[in-house]
C-alpha cells in the first residue's frame, strides 16, 4: 500500500475509533466499534455501536447515510472491528454492507471471536475490496476490555492511582488527603460512573477501607446506577461505622479468609445484605532467605466478582500493596496514574506501590504509555500492561 493511501486510511480509520468510544460502557459485554462511510473522499456518514444488544456500528452509520440522502453504493466503509457474519441479537453485518453496494471496506482489526469472525471472507468472496489492519494497535487497545472477556473469568481491570511526583499517595500519618485537583477528581468521578453503568465494581484494600472510609460512589448528576463497593480484606469491619455500610450495604462485596468468612462477624455483615466470599490465601515466595509473604488470592476475587456479581470492569484505587499485588500478578489491563505537581521529599511517607524488593531493571514490572494529558495543572498518565 503506497504511503499516500495509508495516511487516507489511518485518517478515517482515526474517525472510526472515536466514534466507537462513544458506546463505551454501555455496548458490554459486547465489543465498541465505530464506523464510517467516505464517498467521494469526504466522510458521508457516521455510526456506532451504541447499547449492547441493538444495531451495530456498520448498520448505524448505514441508517445515518439513508437520514441523510446518501446512497453507500460504491462507498469505502472504515470499520474498527470486522463485520460480524452471523446471526445473533442482529442479522450479520457483512450480510447488510453488501445488500448496500459498499465497494471497499477497510477493517482495522479482524474478529477475535470465532462465532462472529469471517465477515472480511464473506464481503472478499463476494467481489467487495477488503483491506485490514489499518491501525491494528490501536483498534486492538479499543476492545481490549472485550479481548480479556473473550479469553479469561475476570473483569476488565482498570486501577487508578493518585500520587506526588516523588511517588506518594499520602504523608506518613495523612491518609485520605487529597492529592490531585478538582479536575482530576471529576474525571474520576466520570470513570466511576461509567463503571457504575456497566455493572462494575471499584475495589479497595482492607487497610484503604479502615482507613479513608471511601463511599466508591459516582458523585456525578448523570450517574444513574452506582457500582459495587468491593473489599479484598483479612480483618471484616465490625458494626456499620462505614460510609458503605451505613447507606448501601447491599452493594458491599468483602473478600476475606475462610475463617473471617465463617465468623458471626460475616454473618452480621450477611444480614445487613452485604456479600462475603471466602478466598484461598496464597503464599508469595520472598528472596533467599527471606520469609514467604501470604496474600490472598486476588484472581480469585476478580473472577468472583465476575461470576457471582456479573462484573465486566472492576476500578482498583488502592492501596499501594494490592495495586502492587495485582501488577505482579498480570491482572492489570489499564493503569490510570494522576501526578500532582507536588513533591514531599519524604522516604516514609507511603510509596504509590508498596510490597516488592527488586534487584535490578530486569525484575521491573513494566508497562506501555498509551495517553498523557494535562488536567488543569496535574498530568495524566495512562498506561496498558505489555504482555510483551
Known amino acids: ?103 471497499r471496506v477497510v477493517i482495522g482489526m479482524l474478529d477475535p471471536n470465532a462465532k462472529a469472525a469471517g465477515g472480511a471472507e464473506f464481503l ?43 511517588g506518594r499517595i499520602s504523608t506518613q500519618g495523612g491518609s485520605g488527603q487529597k492529592i490531585t485537583n478538582d479536575a482530576s477528581h471529576a474525571e474520576v468521578q466520570r470513570l466511576r460512573e461509567g463503571i457504575g453503568r456497566a455493572g462494575g465494581a471499584i475495589l479497595v484494600g482492607g487497610n484503604t477501607f479502615a482507613l479513608d472510609d471511601p463511599r466508591l460512589t459516582a458523585r456525578t448528576p448523570s450517574a444513574q446506577r452506582q457500582p459495587l ?24 462485596v468483602f473478600f476475606t479468609s475462610a475463617a473471617q468468612a465463617a465468623s458471626p462477624t460475616a454473618e452480621a455483615l450477611r444480614g445487613k445484605g452485604a456479600r462475603v466470599y471466602e478466598v484461598k490465601v496464597q503464599g508469595v515466595p520472598g528472596r533467599e532467605g527471606q520469609a514467604v509473604r501470604a496474600r490472598l488470592n486476588a484472581a480469585q476475587a476478580l473472577e468472583m466478582l465476575r461470576a457471582e456479581e456479573g462484573c465486566l470492569y472492576v476500578l482498583c484505587e488502592g492501596g499501594g500493596k494490592l495495586a502492587l499485588s495485582l501488577l505482579e500478578e498480570g491482572l492489570v489491563d489499564e493503569l490510570h496514574l494522576h501526578l500532582a505537581p507536588v513533591i514531599l521529599g519524604d522516604a516514609s511517607a507511603t510509596p504509590v506501590f508498596a510490597g516488592r524488593s527488586a534487584e535490578s531493571m530486569a525484575e521491573a514490572l513494566r508497562m506501555r504509555v498509551t495517553h498523557t494529558s494535562l488536567v488543569d495543572g496535574d498530568i495524566h498518565l495512562h498506561f496498558r500492561a505489555d504482555r510483551g
Not at 489511518?10 to 454501555?26: D, H, K, T, V
Not at 446518501?70 to 469505502?76: E, L, Q, R
Request: hydrophobic share 40%; with cysteine; glycine share 8%.
Open 1 to 103: 500500500m503506497r504511503p499516500e493511501e495509508l495516511a487516507v486510511h489511518e485518517r478515517f480509520m482515526r474517525r472510526a475509533l472515536e466514534l466507537a468510544e462513544r458506546g463505551r460502557w454501555s455496548t458490554a459485554p459486547n465489543p465498541t466499534v465505530g464506523a464510517v462511510l467516505v464517498k467521494d473522499g469526504a466522510v458521508a456518514a457516521e455510526g456506532w455501536h451504541q447499547v449492547c444488544g441493538q444495531a451495530h456500528a456498520e448498520v448505524n452509520c448505514l441508517r445515518d447515510a439513508a437520514a441523510k440522502g446518501v446512497d453507500p453504493a460504491g462507498g469505502t466503509l472504515y470499520v474498527t472491528l470486522e463485520p460480524c457474519n452471523h446471526f445473533g441479537r442482529t442479522p450479520p453485518c457483512s450480510h447488510a454492507v453488501l445488500e448496500a453496494g459498499i465497494g
Open 124 to 166: 472478499r468472496e463476494n467481489g467487495v475490496d477488503v483491506v485490514s489492519g489499518v491501525l491494528e494497535d490501536e483498534c486492538r487497545d479499543l476492545v481490549a476490555d472485550f479481548l480479556v472477556w473473550q479469553t479469561t473469568r475476570r473483569p476488565y481491570v482498570i486501577l487508578k492511582m493518585a500520587s506526588t511526583l516523588d
Open 229 to 252: 463497593a468491593a473489599v479484598l480484606t483479612t480483618r471484616l469491619p465490625s458494626g456499620s461505622g462505614s460510609a458503605i455500610l451505613r447507606e448501601r450495604p447491599s452493594d458491599a
